[in-house]
């Protein structure tokens, strides 16, 4: 089994930063993707930012310029730096990643139990 563990969240204020970060653990043979997603109060889940084994990356509109996703293929691990944060990305931050486990040849996708995000006016 596959446990993907959130770490970095936290209260801020506007226009601070914070970094979260993600490890992946388990039985894992390759990861293809890893990315995070956030879902505010009454609002669904939205992609934030994805980034694949190879480096290429796929950020929101909405953060685009203020988060930079990165990623450590030998820890398994994803990082969101989070910059001039804003009250409207107080959120649930969820670690997603699409895994590939030992001894199959299907991907799964895997979510962390989330981390809070919140960011003070």
């Known amino acids: 089994q596959v446990q993907l563990v959130e770490s970095g969240g936290g209260l801020v204020q506007a226009g601070g930063s914070l970094r979260l970060s993600c490890a992946a653990s388990?039985?894992?043979?390759?990861?293809?993707?890893m990315g995070w997603y956030r879902q505010a109060p009454g609002k669904q889940r939205e992609l934030v930012a994805t980034i694949t084994s190879a480096g290429s990356t796929n950020v929101a509109d909405s953060v685009k310029g203020r988060f930079t996703i990165s990623r450590d293929n030998a820890k398994n691990t994803v990082d969101l730096q989070m910059n001039t944060l804003k009250p409207e990305d107080t959120a649930v931050y969820y670690c997603?990643?699409?895994?590939?486990?030992?001894?199959?040849?299907?991907?799964?996708?895997?979510w962390g139990q989330g981390t809070q995000v919140t960011v003070s006016s």
């Open positions: 388990g039985s894992i043979f390759s990861i293809r993707t």
């Open positions: 997603n990643a699409r895994i590939m486990i030992v001894a199959t040849t299907r991907w799964d996708a895997y």
